[in-house]
Nanobody, 123 residues
Framework: VQLQASGGGVVQAGASLKLSCTAS????????LAWFRQGPGKEREFVGI????????YLADSVRDRFAIARDDASRATYLEMKNLNSEDTAVYYC?????????????????WGQGTQVTVSS
């Protein structure tokens, strides 16, 4: 399976963006989709995860009050809706798929990564 992330762009602080990540093949055998981000000069960090079974989701504390994560099984896609963006949200956003049966937000638990989409928030 391959993942394709899209929806990034340059926005003003306070704006909203919706990122999409679509799988090109079957997600059979995968248990979760997640979003990570890597800002300039920063390490890659977890943003949010959604299970492919029950659809349970979890967001990082830093974005929980502004971001939402969802999935669409029919489209084999996951979405990250971001509101009230600020300069700290500037990063390359990656989607990833995990075949680990035990949920984990560690990057090492994810087998397949998309190419990333750039989000730049100007103040």
């Amino acid at each position: 399976v391959q993942l394709q992330a899209s929806g990034g762009g340059v926005v003003q602080a306070g704006a909203s963006l919706k990122l999409s990540c679509t799988a090109s093949g079957s997600l059979h055998g995968y248990y979760a989709l997640a979003w990570f981000r890597q800002g300039p000069g920063k390490e890659r960090e977890f943003v949010g995860i959604v299970s492919l079974g029950r659809g349970n989701s979890y967001l990082a504390d830093s974005v929980r009050d502004r971001f939402a994560i969802a999935r669409d099984d029919a489209s084999r896609a996951t979405y990250l809706e971001m509101k009230n963006l600020n300069s700290e949200d500037t990063a390359v956003y990656y989607c990833a798929a995990s075949s680990a049966a035990t949920p984990s937000i560690a990057a090492t638990a994810f087998d397949v990564w998309g190419q990333g989409t750039q989000v730049t928030v100007s103040s």
